[in-house]
């Protein structure tokens, strides 16, 4: 027979004790994952606005588990942040990035995302370096994409990280833009090579004039200091007019394809915009 008390501390610690489980298990399935090669990429086409050529494609990486079908990163890279295992899965990726981005034509790139804490462990800059010579993918065609995140925490050292990745021959995108705090002093700090406009942005620019003056002022801003521009989500083709006339460089999103596996990706002709 349970007193109140009792019975108010045994919830308590019942629901303490399913969230232990719950992260001891999706530790436990992702180490598994990774020994048993269970991670895919999909790609996603990064288009030239102006002739609307497809120049590269975003790596994206997918967890293809056993019972619960194909698992989006947002759902396990957050806890593999935390857990530490994001540097495995982030090696595994840019490994394996680097090897399928070879056998495309040889004036594309293939960007990779980063995680922070990539930057908080193992040197990164000897893990791209190792990615780049056993995959003989050529540096140029590498592009590793950050957050400002990045340089939140151990900022001198991160920033003098990023610029050894550069020293690589790599290009450097900052990812997300215009969400963090201060992003526009990030431009200033580092000599980016892009800027992605987040989607956020994009998403609105249609129905907000807030937004849409954000973006032409970001890529008026950006252009002054020689840094090129993507525009991620575009999804309409009136966000792509909007986007050409403001002058942006770059464009991504389900309006040119959603992420899809390496086979999909066609660079022989101009991206057909869906209509
Ligand atoms: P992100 O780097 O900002 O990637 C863009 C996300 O937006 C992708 O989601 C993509 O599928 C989605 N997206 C692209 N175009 C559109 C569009 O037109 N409309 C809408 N609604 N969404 C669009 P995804 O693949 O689920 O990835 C989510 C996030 O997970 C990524 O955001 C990135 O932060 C992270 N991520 C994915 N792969 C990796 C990885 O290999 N390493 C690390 N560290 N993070 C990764
Ligand atoms: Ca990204
Ligand atoms: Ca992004
Ligand atoms: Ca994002």
């Known amino acids: 027979v349970k007193g109140e008390g009792r019975n ?30 269970e991670f895919e990429l999909h790609y996603q086409a990064i288009i030239d606005a102006r002739t609307r050529r497809v120049c590269g494609a975003e790596a994206l990486v997918r967890w293809r588990h056993p019972r619960r079908g194909l698992v989006p990163p947002l759902e396990f890279i957050p806890f593999a942040e935390e857990s530490g295992l994001i540097e495995q899965i982030g090696q595994w990726v840019l490994r394996r990035a680097c090897v399928e981005a070879r056998g495309w034509p040889d004036d594309t790139v293939v960007a990779v995302n980063l995680s922070p804490v990539q930057f908080r462990r193992a040197d990164p800059v000897a893990m791209i370096r190792q990615a780049l010579a056993d995959s003989g993918l050529p540096a140029r065609r590498l592009e590793i994409e950050i957050t400002e995140n990045v340089f939140l925490t151990g900022a001198e050292d991160n920033i003098a990280t990023v610029r050894r990745m550069k020293e690589l021959g790599v290009s450097i995108a ?46 008026t801003l950006t252009r002054c200091l020689g840094v090129a521009t993507i525009a991620e989500g575009v999804e309409s083709h009136a966000q792509l007019e909007l986007l050409r006339g403001a002058g942006v460089d770059f464009c991504q999103g389900y309006l040119f394809g959603r992420p899809a596996p390496a086979a999909d990706l066609d660079f022989s002709r101009p991206a057909a915009a869906k209509q």
């Open 174 to 219: 900052l990812d997300d833009f215009g969400t963090g705090y201060s992003s526009l002093s990030y431009l200033t700090t580092f000599p980016f090579d892009k800027v992605k406009i987040d989607r956020s942005f994009t998403m609105n620019m249609t129905k907000r004039a807030d937004c849409a003056a954000v973006i032409a002022s970001v890529i």
């Open 8 to 37: 108010g501390y045994s919830v308590y610690d019942d629901g303490l004790m399913e969230v232990a489980d719950a992260r001891q298990r999706l530790d436990s399935e992702l180490r598994h994952a990774i020994a048993n090669g």
